[in-house]
């Protein structure tokens, strides 16, 4: 007859090990798999937006014809090389008038778990755009500034 002695009870763990262990290994990779995707991102959208600021406020001094050249010379010396487990960004800037859009596109290679995700292409790209306004800021506070002196003046005609 059949009995229930230790020997026939420890399979269990085996199948458990089988089930449960790979499971968490893959649940810990893609954690940290999905945290390189959203440190990409967020490097992404703070470079691209940096890289507008600056050629607002730097092109004409440095002696560039636009903003899109500066952002194109600079692209590379912003982003350098922190883009850990991703491409090198795509920078592209479109100038109209006195405002600029610069977009930036990277793709967060893991072979590893790329095959799993195929069916869903996009899964790894990231873009981040930024929209700046070109401003002189100064010309704006001379106008003001000599429109008050002028206001004044007049007003104190009036007073006397």
């Known amino acids: 007859m059949y009995s229930h002695d230790r020997t026939g009870l ?12 790979p499971s ?39 002696g560039y014809a636009s903003l899109t ?5 600079h692209a590379q010396e912003k982003t350098g090389e922190k883009y850990f487990g991703s491409t090198d960004p795509e920078i592209i800037a479109k100038q109209s008038g006195k405002e600029i859009t610069i977009q930036g596109k990277i793709t967060t290679n893991h072979g590893a ?30 106008r003001i500034k000599r429109g008050m002196d002028i206001a004044g003046k ?4 009036e007073r006397e």
């Open 24 to 62: 968490a290994i893959f649940g810990i990779v893609l954690i940290v798999y999905m945290s390189f995707l959203v440190y990409g991102r967020c490097i992404l959208s703070q470079d691209v937006y940096i890289l507008g600021f600056r050629a607002a406020l730097f092109y004409e001094n440095q």
């Open 10 to 21: 420890g399979a269990y763990m085996t199948v458990e090990a089988a089930l449960v262990i």
């Open 69 to 73: 050249e500066y952002v194109v010379d």
């Open 113 to 142: 778990l790329y095959s799993y995700f195929s069916g869903i292409p996009g899964l790894w790209e990231s873009e981040a755009k930024a929209g700046l306004k070109l401003r002189n800021n100064a010309k704006t506070v001379r």
């Open 154 to 157: 007049h007003l104190k005609k």
